[in-house]
């Protein structure tokens, strides 16, 4: 064990639960003009379960396209690349970490990998595993968020380093958030590096409704499920039967907006923060943006960052692509 601690480091950057403890990002959000709760709401242990059901219908095919696009195309990857130190933001799949290490393995040379994680407890526990997996290999984890983390990174252990970035993590930003994003990675890296970023296509319509739709509601009660976990975290009074959920495809800002639609005027009260808030008939609050993305947007992101395109590889129904940009 003594040898494994000396392959492995984790630092807390920021505080790792995703919510402020004091709540102070949550009354910001609910006392905007236009609502907008942290996608983290969604997803404590019940959203978590949720999710997991979810990512099983059929018609939730996000997740199971990525996880197939990875999979065929990621050893196109090393031979464009060469040896790099892979940088993971957002490393919460260890499957999808194997396929990244085992891309790039070459018995005898030594690995470098640094996991971007929101959750520490996760990277002590997997990075052990994967020590044993792979003995060429070391792990400098970063606990927080990837902006966040992108001035946080260890010194380069390799000429060149891959930012890994799967799963349209990317397409979860604003268009002015995605932009800050890309620039503040880019400040990190040197003429040369590298970035694999993973994102969902625009579609039809009717397949991107559908999926946050679904047939069993489960994406509904995930939904409702960030006033339940508000409730519950913060000692919230709030009537989740007075909503409902929504979500649809804007087509012109190539988005789906996820909310939550007030069915009737209330005032909603969280006596844990002394705070209360206003909703009228049929007003929302946004829980979730996604963008889904064309060859033009993607490129266009990376291009103003000070990105070059180099490379892509979709599905056959180019649901979802892996891009590889180079650092300029």
């Not at 492995?8 to 003009?33: F, H, K, N, Q, Y």
């Not at 970035?165 to 958030?177: F, H, K, P, S």
């Not at 988005?255 to 844990?272: F, T």
Request: hydrophobic letters at 40%.
């Amino acid at each position: 064990m003594a040898v494994l601690e000396k392959r492995l480091e984790v630092i807390a950057i920021e505080p790792t639960d995703g919510v402020s403890l004091d709540g102070s990002e949550l009354v910001t959000a609910l006392c905007r003009p236009e609502k907008v709760l942290p996608t983290q709401f969604l997803y404590d242990a019940r959203g978590r379960g949720l999710y997991q059901r979810l990512i099983t219908l059929p018609e939730y095919y996000m997740p199971r396209t990525a996880k197939a696009v990875l999979s065929r195309h990621v050893g196109n990857v090393p031979p464009i690349t060469g040896p790099v130190e892979i940088i993971e933001l957002g490393a919460d799949d260890i499957a999808t970490t194997r396929q990244l290490l085992d891309a790039y393995r070459k018995p005898g040379r030594a690995q470098h990998y640094v996991p971007v994680v929101t959750d520490r407890d996760w990277a002590l526990g997997n990075g052990p595993l994967l020590l044993r997996q792979y003995p060429d290999l070391a792990i400098h984890g970063l606990s927080g968020d990837g902006g966040t983390a992108a001035g946080a990174l260890p010194p380069r252990a390799a000429d060149a380093r891959l930012v890994v970035c799967l799963d349209n993590a990317l397409g979860m930003l604003t268009v002015d958030a995605c932009g800050a994003f890309l620039k503040a990675v880019r400040r990190t890296l040197q003429p040369g590096d590298w970035f694999l970023v993973g994102v969902d296509l625009e579609t039809e319509p009717e397949i991107i409704e559908a999926a946050y739709n679904d047939s069993e509601g489960l994406t509904a009660e995930l939904n409702l499920n960030a006033l339940h976990h508000i409730n519950s975290h913060y000692g919230g009074q709030i009537d989740v039967g007075k909503f409902s959920h929504r979500a649809y495809y804007d087509a012109d800002n190539h988005q789906v907006e996820m909310s939550l639609r007030s069915e009737e005027w209330q005032i909603a009260r969280i006596p844990g923060l002394g705070f209360e808030f206003e909703m009228l008939e049929n007003s929302t609050i946004v829980t979730e943006l996604s963008r889904k993305f064309t060859m033009s947007l993607i490129e266009s992101d990376f291009t103003a960052a000070g990105f070059a395109y180099r490379s892509a590889w979709a599905d056959v129904k180019e649901l979802y692509a892996l891009f590889l940009f180079r650092a300029e």
